[in-house]
């Protein structure tokens, strides 16, 4: 089975800095990657998904995420944060090759600073 | 296009009673994804439903159940409520099994709290 670590669980960075939020996901084969955000009191909002193809995945609000196999993770990336990017995020795998439940991971808050 | 839309957006029962929370997914879309979202325990998946049929459960007792409608929409019956089930149940839904590739799109979820 899949499973999928985020092991930053609160990460605070200034308005204009740059963020990189860490998953780390264990699979045997190449699985479905994605990345969901949600804000308070809201559902989960996909950002970007990675399912083959090119490593560099590009998503809405101006993030990324590369998808590294041989380091099994698929960090998500922004070159500029801005305040309203104050959210929890949320990585997420599911199996390729035949259905298995997506695997979320705990998620992680972030706090943007002026 | 309407998104995945789930009622009522809050619910407060009393311990041992029963509540019905509902989902509608977007249009097209025959899986439906139930999810509970506690405080501090990120995303446990609940049920999968696929073309009127249960695809998939997770760790949960039975007193959560469920079902899917023809028209795809969705309810989750959670009997005898205790405390602990205090949180925001969030519906998913998507196109096809994710085996091919289709990412879950997710309503706003139904806070349900109990007293």
């Known amino acids: 089975a899949q499973s999928v670590t985020q092991p930053d669980i609160h990460i605070t960075v200034s308005e204009g800095a740059s963020l990189e939020l860490r998953c780390n996901y264990s699979?045997?084969?190449?699985?479905?990657l994605f990345w969901y955000v949600q804000s308070p009191g809201q559902g989960l909002q996909l950002l970007l998904k990675?399912?083959?193809?090119?490593?560099l995945v590009q998503g809405i609000k101006g993030f990324e995420a590369e998808f590294k196999r041989s380091q099994s993770s698929f960090n998500l990336r922004k070159p500029s944060v801005h305040w309203s990017d104050a959210a929890e995020y949320f990585c997420?795998?599911?199996?390729?090759?035949?259905?298995?439940?997506?695997?979320f991971g705990t998620g992680t808050k972030l706090q943007v600073i002026p | 296009e309407a998104g995945v839309t789930q009622s009522p957006t809050h619910l407060i029962k009393t311990r041992g009673q029963q509540a019905t929370l509902r989902c509608s997914p977007i249009?097209?879309?025959?899986?439906v994804y139930w999810y509970q979202q506690a405080l501090g325990l990120g995303l446990q998946f609940l049920l999968w439903?696929?073309?009127?049929?249960?695809?998939n459960r997770g760790n949960f007792p039975p007193r959560f159940s469920g079902r899917q409608f023809p028209n795809y929409s969705s309810e989750l019956n959670v009997n005898a409520l205790e405390l602990e089930d205090s949180a925001l149940y969030l519906c998913?839904?998507?196109?096809?099994?994710?085996?091919?590739?289709?990412?879950?799109?997710f309503g706003d979820g139904t806070r349900l709290s109990i007293l």
């Open positions: 998913a839904s998507s196109l096809e099994v994710v085996r091919e590739g289709q990412p879950q799109h």
């Open positions: 699979y045997g084969a190449t699985p479905y």
């Open positions: 990675y399912f083959s193809g090119d490593t």
């Open positions: 997420a795998v599911a199996a390729s090759g035949g259905y298995q439940k997506v695997t």
């Open positions: 249009s097209g879309h025959t899986s």
């Open positions: 439903y696929d073309e009127g049929e249960e695809r």
